[in-house]
């Protein structure tokens, strides 16, 4: 036990001072850490809300829209099919999840749930796919046809529209340039997002808040705006209201010609002609086809930008745009344009969603917590290091050491994975000291026991060492178990505590049967003692 070859010697002090090395930077300043050359490790711990400041939202996606927006669907749907089968029918509406619709002529009652019944298909669910459900129940009753959105369906779509949100909520943040996001999901239609550092939460709100949703329409010829809004739109259009209040409301077609879903880019500029901020945009090869041949087959037509229900821009097209690229004018401010470009960049949110939890942690507040931690390490250090030195003398300093070291390790560890530190964190950080030291407190009473059963010091050392192990093993795997557990399981703070545990325990196994060892083995070839001083 206590004989090491040359390299497993070398692998161990290499292993020490790499984690010492990585961890070192986290003693600097930031501005000192970031001057670092760059062969020279540099990165600093990552702090979390909690100890950094930053915002925290929570938010729900709103059902009743999804379920809105979810029965339109099938409206249009119902009527593009009995339409494409010739199928006669008076009355199509949605009223809450159900579409219901009476047919001219009952004969057609087979003929017509035939043609609807693959509205009712089941669809993929589940998070691999691995099950299907069937969102849509069809039902006949005469010559009154329904179709209900099922409870079953609308769980699976707000499970969807859930993780959906978490990707597009993702990237929208991720364009802002803020640096370690928590986006996750709480419960089953909630999404927590927390942004360490971001002061300016009234942006953050802004980008979102908003679906994002945007299509492209032409501009109603059917009729005039005055007639609408004296009796009703025409049949296939509707008044859009303009987003800048300045701006008079248009009647615009209500099909979409050409959807968001076609963007591939975005990006904030500013007009050559009047220097005022725009947004430029590009589509894909499908959307620039369709949007060529819109504005060439309808020059002299207004052609208006609709974003969340909201015109944003309706230029008169003035020659065919044939590139594939164009851009977007209206009332921007230099920040609306960039919000707006990061808007589009990162897509369209599935579903609305509401903020119902808003929190900000001032950066005061977190170095407050940042200063408590540090005290109560320190003060759980100190207390550890004169109970060894005090109870186990010359065995003590070892036994500090090598605690100096798992917590270098720790650290180390942490910076290298760049791993969010919060408050909870720092609690993992004090429990591996208490920890390492109960792994040493075990070997160092197991060499007393043997020292007093008449062994000689190195025999007595031996023991203690193997003897000790099956015993460290079993407390540190059973920790270890709950430790997975809580990352596995828990969320936010708690996985943050389940992080740094996990590594303490690692090092903890790692410096007390190796490091420990290393350093009593040393000391015995160098002193030959015939006497153990604990």
Same mark, same amino acid.
């Given at each position: 036990m206590l004989y090491f070859a040359r390299w497993k010697i070398a692998l161990i002090a290499l292993t020490v001072l790499a984690a010492v090395i990585v961890a070192v930077p986290n003693l600097l300043p930031a501005s000192t850490a970031a001057s670092l050359p760059s062969w020279l490790p540099h990165k600093q711990l990552v702090l979390g809300l909690d100890l950094r400041g930053g915002a925290h939202l929570l938010l729900q996606v709103e059902r009743d +829209? /999804? &379920? !809105? !927006?979810?029965?339109e669907t099938l409206v249009s749907d119902v009527r593009q099919t009995l339409r494409a089968e010739r199928i006669g029918y008076r009355n199509l509406r949605a009223k809450g999840q159900t579409v219901s619709l009476t047919l001219r002529d009952t004969a057609d009652a087979e003929k017509a749930m035939t043609a609807l019944r693959p509205l009712a298909n089941p669809i993929p669910s589940g998070l691999f796919n691995q099950s299907t459900v069937s969102e849509v129940d069809l039902a006949l009753d005469g010559d009154r046809i329904t179709a209900t959105l099922n409870l079953e369906g609308l769980e699976e779509r707000v499970r969807s529209a859930v993780e959906q949100s978490k990707s597009v909520l993702e990237r929208r943040i991720n364009e802002l340039g803020t640096t370690e996001p928590t986006i996750q999901r709480e419960g089953t239609d909630r999404i927590l997002v927390q942004v360490p550092g971001l002061e300016d939460t009234r942006r953050l709100k802004d980008i979102i808040g908003q679906t994002a949703k945007m299509t492209f329409h032409m501009e109603c010829s059917d009729g005039s705006l005055g007639e609408a809004l004296q009796s009703r739109p025409p049949a296939g259009c509707e008044i859009a209201e303009p987003a800048d209040e300045a701006d008079g409301p248009i009647l615009i077609e209500s099909r979409a010609r050409i959807s968001g879903d076609d963007l591939v880019d975005a990006q904030p500029g500013f007009d050559q002609r009047s220097n005022q901020p725009i947004v430029s945009f590009r589509f894909n090869t499908r959307g620039a086809a369709v949007f060529g041949n819109l504005t060439q087959d309808n020059v002299g037509r207004r052609f208006a930008v609709v974003l969340d229900d909201k015109v944003i821009t309706a230029p008169v097209i003035r020659s065919p745009i044939l590139g594939g690229s164009g851009q977007i004018e209206g009332s921007f401010t230099v920040e609306s344009a960039q919000n707006l470009a990061v808007l589009l960049r990162a897509g369209a949110l599935p579903a609305d969603l509401t903020i119902i939890e808003e929190?900000?942690? @001032?950066? +005061? /507040?977190?170095?407050?917590? &940042?200063?408590? @931690?540090? &005290?109560?390490? /320190?003060?759980g250090m100190a207390a550890v290091i004169v109970f060894m030195l005090l109870v186990y003398g010359l065995f003590g300093i070892f036994a500090n050491l090598a605690l100096a070291a798992n917590i270098a390790m720790v650290f180390g560890i942490l910076t290298a994975l760049q791993a969010t530190l919060t408050l909870p964190g720092i609690a993992g950080i004090v429990l591996t000291i208490g920890m390492a030291v109960d792994a040493n407190v075990l070997i160092f009473e197991r060499i007393r026991e043997e020292s007093k059963l008449g062994r000689t010091a190195i025999n007595a050392i031996e023991a203690g060492f193997s003897r000790a192990l099956g015993t460290i093993m079993d407390a540190q795997i059973t920790t270890l178990i709950a430790a997975i557990a809580l990352f596995a399981l828990g969320s936010g703070p708690i996985r943050g505590f389940g992080v740094t545990l996990v590594i303490g325990i690692m090092t903890t196994i790692f410096t007390a049967f190796l490091l420990t060892r290393l350093i009593v083995a040393t000391w015995v070839r160098s002193s030959r003692p015939k006497s153990i001083p604990i």
């Open positions: +829209s /999804l &379920i !809105e !927006e979810r029965a929190r900000t942690v @001032g950066p +005061s /507040l977190g170095q407050d917590s &940042i200063d408590a @931690g540090r &005290i109560a390490a /320190l003060i």
